[in-house]
């Protein structure tokens, strides 16, 4: 079994996709990944490895900056047609390689993609910001947060409204 090792680190400003996608956002100073190209028992061609990243996210709670570790394996084969994903292992996800050279940043790209949270946020507290009053985030409403023990009823409106007048 032949196999081609490569352990370096991309060149800032190289993740282009990924760059567009996370728009105020980035990738930290270096992407650094290993990657083993060769074939496994059954003769399909696999890339196996690791990327490691820091993305440079915003908070969706307060706005402010937020860096996201990111340490994610790399377990691929590279597949030739759609159908030939149906054979695969479940530990490894189908490439679909369509020309004859492959370019390593487009699989770390995706990988760092798939890394980032659909809703970046600091852990739970730990935000800069103050919560505003009535925050879906910090599950507390305004007067609950004061300490208040009267809770107003959104629907006390509607009751009134089906009493007859003459009461």
């Known amino acids: 079994m032949r196999r081609l090792n490569a352990a370096v680190d991309a060149p800032e400003g190289a993740a282009r996709r990924i760059d567009s996608a996370l728009a105020d956002s980035a990738i930290g100073d270096t992407v650094g990944y290993e990657l083993q190209f060769g074939r496994d028992r059954e003769g399909r061609c696999i890339v196996t490895g690791r990327v490691r990243a ?30 030939d ?24 790209e995706d990988e760092l993609l798939l890394a980032v949270p659909v809703v970046p946020r600091h852990p739970r507290g730990s935000c800069a910001s103050v919560p505003v009053e009535g925050d879906a985030a910090s599950g507390q409403t305004g007067a609950a947060q004061a300490g208040s023990e009267t809770r107003r009823r959104p629907f006390e409106i509607l009751s009134a409204l089906k009493r007859p007048r003459g009461e």
């Open 54 to 83: 820091t993305l440079r996210l915003l908070c969706q709670r307060c706005l402010d900056p937020l860096e996201v570790p990111v340490d994610a394996r790399i377990e691929l084969a590279l597949i030739r047609r759609d159908e």
């Open 85 to 108: 994903a149906l054979d695969l292992p479940e530990h490894l996800d189908p490439w679909l390689v369509n020309e004859e050279r492959l370019d390593p940043l487009d699989i770390l």
